[in-house]
């Protein structure tokens, strides 16, 4: 399968990514079930929390969650037309000082996913055990707003105007989570827990700039960037062009690209019986070790950059004016967001994102 780069990752995400409404799905019912003994899956917010009893889970379907958390709304990329169809904040009809105000400094969205494809649980050894296999997805975006301000207002800059981006970071993990808990009652008011998980890697992308300055001259824009791209991947190789530019991603038998493990703790006391516990767990508190790496440089000589193209979203005469808009804009970030092919690190190593609950 042959994808372009920055037309799915930088380029959708710069799009896309901040463009998510903060919402949280069958999540939010595992964490205001937080306390229900009746609840299987609790254990997953806490290794020391126990259910009434044993279980068996419908696989890939006994317990999804998908939380989202944003600071900026779907409503800041996408406006109503006065026939109720929507279009782009790039459309001339949507007002720069419509669009920027919706806009933060830093715009932030994190996207974390948790599918489990076989789950259980059964009482033995003098406590509760669990066995959880489990599909695990987290994706961070962070893009500053004057990438946003270079998009709307760019185009009609005059000679010598300049944009200062910094800190753009795109970054997505992906693995298979094997966890194996145990929760004890160590007498009859605390109950300690923990779980160790072995993951393995299915894939990650991570994309950092440094610095981006743009600078308006004679017409065109010229381009000062610093940054790098990592893909860890097994199946996947860079295609490039004569000047060593990514230009498509080939991604063929994928495989395990990577390793790692983590652990849960956790705690349960019963302060007042049968009316006040005190609980507090921490989750995924380890690494992921990845050895199927790809990496891309942006050089660190200035080129030339024409511009994003200012095209009306919608127009009644082209039904396929909003699709071909939407591919153009990509066309134009690709164009501003150049790799290069260079030599990756045969292991890049990260630590998970740990999460406390109390």
Known sequence: MNNRILHRFLCGACLMGCAVVPFLAPAQTLRTSYFLESMPMRHRLNPALVSDRGYISIPAIGNINVATQSNVGLTAFLYPLPDGRLTTFMNPIVSAETFLGRIKNRNAVQVDADVSLLSSAFYAWSGFNTIDIAVRSSSDIDLPGSLFRFMKLGMD??????????????????????????????????????????????????????????????????????????????????????????????????????????????????????????????????????????????????????????????????????????????????????????????????????????
């Open 157 to 358: 800059a005059p000679e010598g105007s300049s944009y200062q981006m910094r800190d753009l970071m795109l970054q997505t993990d992906n693995y298979v989570e094997i966890g194996l808990g145990h929760a004890h009652p160590v007498n009859d008011r605390l109950t300690l827990g923990g779980k160790l998980k072995v993951l393995l890697g299915a894939g990650s992308a991570r994309t950092h700039i440094d610095r981006m300055n743009v600078v308006m001259n004679q017409n065109k824009w010229e381009v000062d960037a610093q940054g790098y791209f990592d893909l860890s991947a097994a199946g996947a190789s860079f295609e490039t062009k004569s000047d060593g530019e990514i230009n498509k991603l080939d991604y063929r038998n994928p495989g395990v690209g990577g390793w790692g493990l983590a652990i849960d703790l956790g705690m349960s006391y019963e302060l007042v019986e049968d009316h006040l516990t005190l609980s507090a767990g921490v989750n995924d508190l380890g690494f992921l070790s990845w050895f199927k790496n790809l990496r891309g440089t942006m050089q660190n000589e200035p080129f030339i950059f024409d511009g994003f193209s200012n095209i009306v979203v919608d127009d009644p005469n082209n039904p396929g004016s909003f699709k071909e808009q939407w591919n153009r804009l990509k066309d134009d970030l690709r164009d501003l967001f150049r790799f290069y092919d260079t030599p990756a690190p045969e292991h890049l190593t990260r630590m998970l994102h740990p999460t406390v609950n109390v």
